[in-house]
């Protein structure tokens, strides 16, 4: 893919337009590296204590220690830093359906993007279950267009085209992300007529938007290489002066801080890119009802957007009898 498509440029701009969320979200994501560390520190101390008089009781202690800022971490980011990407991916989306966007008097854009997702969505955790639903969806259809490992011969290449799902899986969650964005730029309906319709114009698009997606994915790591290069020598060197146990120990708080400011910022551009991919790719087509009943077959989860859609409801409204028929995808 030739990365000029991807303007690269124009994603760039959009994000330095976000500065103030942005770095609320490096903010917030280093605050929680320091309390990790903190947690850490304690644990490790108490589990060195322990170990004093029962080694493998003290080793045992520390690795459920360790293992578990895996699920605290999924608990900030389902109550703290969706929140903030929330807000950020609605002003990112004001942003480009309005170039000339000026937020009211005295908001910040947090606060004037929490705003819209309250006023789209009803609340940031209905947003949240809109995207698992999408998110779902969309990682069905794309199993279904690229999932060619079955077919190859040998378990060497099955293997490495197992990998090379995996990261296209993971690209997806920015193509979700993208979807949801067109909550904010086409407000005659609602979030869930959105999705639906957001979805099949993946699915009629998706060869050059699963292409960006996964370009993107690659260079979202940018971030974190870099973090890891700058601060892993001096703080190496520096605590190999006083313990190499130190030492290794900060290579692994290092690892975690790059993927956390690969989290922040990385994960921003991309997501900064994709939107507007996205915007570009699907911009004046219609959602196609072929594509929908296509997806019907690979995905009960679209079935549940048809269902939310045709009762016109908003996640915290009350549905109204006297809509249209969810199959009338034809409707933009």
Do not use: C
């Amino acid at each position: 893919m030739n990365l000029s498509s991807l303007k690269l440029g124009l994603a760039f701009n959009l994000l330095m337009k976000t500065t103030p969320i942005l770095l609320v979200r490096l903010g917030v994501t280093l605050a929680f590296w320091v309390v990790a560390l903190i947690y850490l520190a304690i644990v490790g101390a108490v589990a060195f204590m322990i170990g004093k008089a029962v080694d493998w009781l003290g080793v045992i202690i520390f690795i459920v220690a360790l293992v578990s800022v895996i699920p605290i971490y999924k608990l900030a980011y389902r109550y703290v830093f969706y929140m903030i990407k929330a807000a950020h991916i609605a002003v990112m989306a004001e942003m480009l359906k309005d170039e000339n966007l000026q937020l009211p008097a005295g908001r910040g854009q947090l606060e004037w993007g929490k705003q819209r997702v309250q006023e789209r969505f009803g609340e940031v955790n209905a947003m949240f279950v809109v995207d698992e639903i999408v998110q779902g969806v969309v990682r069905a259809f794309t199993r279904t267009v690229y999932n060619v490992a079955r077919f190859l011969p040998g378990d060497t290449m099955r293997t490495l085209i197992s990998v090379l799902n995996r990261i296209i899986v993971y690209a997806t969650s920015y193509i979700d992300e993208a979807i949801l964005a067109r909550s904010f730029w086409e407000e005659d309906s609602n979030v869930w007529e959105n999705a639906r319709d957001g979805v099949v114009l993946y699915a009629m698009s998706w060869k050059p938007l699963l292409t960006a997606a996964i370009a993107l994915t690659v260079l979202s790591f940018v971030p974190a290489v870099l973090a890891f290069v700058v601060f892993a020598l001096p703080v190496g060197l520096l605590l190999s002066l006083i313990s190499e146990t130190l030492a290794g120990w900060s290579l692994i708080f290092l690892l975690l801080l790059s993927w956390l400011i690969k989290v922040a910022i990385g994960d921003a551009f991309a997501v900064a890119a994709i939107i507007s991919t996205y915007r570009r790719e699907t911009l004046g087509k219609t959602p196609d009802a072929e594509m929908a009943a296509q997806l019907d077959k690979v995905s009960d989860k679209f079935n549940d957007l048809k269902r939310r859609a045709q009762e016109k409801i908003k996640p915290t409204e009350k549905p109204e009898s006297t809509e249209a028929s969810p199959d009338s995808v034809t409707e933009s």
